[in-house]
């Protein structure tokens, strides 16, 4: 069993498959290497002299270069190899913009829609269900069937969805943002003819968290309604009336329209 290997045939250093103690001669396509001092399991050691400022070859391709002359056979490490990157890096987005060379007459094709409030336009207009933490979605399938026994062919929506995930109890940092962000983006969801936003009250992705972020996103507050179940005393009563609200509010104010494209 090789005690190194080479992982591309441009390489200028080889890494250890196990210690190698010194003075060892490794046979390479390169020649023989004789180790000039132990050389530690998956460390490096140069297959040719390698000169101060030259590139050292790793994979095929550089992987930094060396601070000071480097023989054969020596040790490849920090002490005598700098990383080609830069000390910090940054990136920034600059799209380029493109003059829009259609000169012609917009497309006339429409589709059949449902216009919101904000200008965005859906293709459904379903009813959702948002649960703010997953402890309540036994409670949740609750009530959307007695909302279904009562509106066996779901009222003025197209589909009541409840939106069921396991995720705002306790959830911390970037998890729980990232939870939040989902929640509201899907209460903004145009499809969404109505949405019911139903907390418990104890979890970690607040209820009042979650309005503050969907007002810095300018939402209707007509087809939003909230729901934490600690703050009332019958929370399925609650959440029947508020989607019976939803229901009935948006039976004749939602419509069918047509949707221009253009480019």
Same mark, same amino acid.
């Given at each position: 069993?090789?005690?190194?290997?080479?992982?591309?045939?441009?390489?200028?250093?080889?890494?250890?498959?196990?210690?190698?103690?010194?003075?060892?001669?490794?046979?390479?396509?390169?020649?023989?290497?004789?180790?000039?001092?132990?050389? &530690?399991?998956? =460390?490096?050691?140069?297959?040719?002299?390698? %000169?101060?400022?030259?590139?050292?070859?790793? @994979? $095929?391709?550089?992987?930094?270069?060396?601070?000071?002359?480097?023989?054969?056979?020596?040790?490849?490490?920090?002490?005598?190899?700098?990383?080609?990157?830069?000390?910090?890096?940054?990136?920034?987005?600059?799209?380029?913009?493109?003059?829009?060379?259609?000169?012609?007459?917009?497309?006339?094709?429409?589709?059949?829609?449902?216009?919101?409030?904000?200008?965005?336009?859906?293709?459904?207009?379903?009813?959702?269900?948002?649960?703010?933490?997953?402890?309540?979605?036994?409670?949740?399938?609750?009530?959307?069937?007695?909302? &279904?026994?009562? =509106?066996?062919?779901?009222?003025?929506?197209? %589909?009541?969805?409840?939106?069921?995930?396991? @995720? $705002?109890?306790?959830?911390?940092?970037?998890?729980?943002?990232?939870?939040?962000?989902?929640?509201?983006?899907?209460?903004?969801?145009?499809?969404?003819?109505?949405?019911?936003?139903?907390?418990?009250?104890?979890?970690?992705?607040?209820?009042?968290?979650?309005?503050?972020?969907?007002?810095?996103?300018?939402?209707?507050?007509?087809?939003?309604?909230?729901?934490?179940?600690?703050?009332?005393?019958?929370?399925?009563?609650?959440?029947?009336?508020?989607?019976?609200?939803?229901?009935?509010?948006?039976?004749?104010?939602?419509?069918?329209?047509?949707?221009?494209?253009?480019?």
């Amino acid at each position: 069993m090789n005690n190194f290997v080479i992982l591309s045939s441009q390489d200028s250093v080889a890494v250890a498959l196990q210690d190698i103690p010194a003075e060892t001669v490794l046979k390479t396509p390169k020649g023989e290497v004789t180790v000039q001092a132990e050389i &530690k399991r998956g =460390h490096k050691v140069a297959l040719q002299d390698i %000169n101060e400022g030259e590139n050292v070859i790793k @994979y $095929g391709f550089p992987i930094g270069h060396a601070l000071s002359n480097i023989a054969k056979g020596q040790w490849v490490h920090t002490h005598n190899l700098k990383t080609n990157l830069n000390d910090e890096l940054t990136y920034e987005y600059k799209p380029q913009e493109y003059d829009n060379p259609y000169t012609g007459q917009k497309d006339q094709r429409t589709f059949m829609g449902y216009k919101r409030a904000n200008g965005k336009v859906g293709i459904r207009n379903d009813l959702y269900i948002i649960p703010t933490v997953g402890c309540i979605n036994p409670l949740l399938d609750i009530a959307v069937q007695q909302f &279904k026994v009562l =509106h066996p062919d779901n009222g003025s929506f197209d %589909n009541v969805i409840l939106l069921k995930h396991p @995720y $705002g109890c306790s959830q911390l940092g970037d998890d729980f943002e990232q939870t939040r962000k989902i929640l509201v983006d899907a209460t903004l969801q145009p499809n969404a003819g109505g949405v019911l936003l139903f907390g418990l009250g104890c979890e970690n992705n607040q209820m009042s968290g979650m309005k503050e972020e969907l007002e810095k996103k300018n939402y209707d507050p007509e087809r939003v309604r909230f729901l934490v179940s600690q703050e009332v005393d019958d929370e399925l009563e609650v959440a029947l009336n508020l989607m019976e609200e939803l229901n009935g509010k948006f039976k004749s104010k939602l419509a069918t329209l047509t949707y221009h494209l253009s480019h």
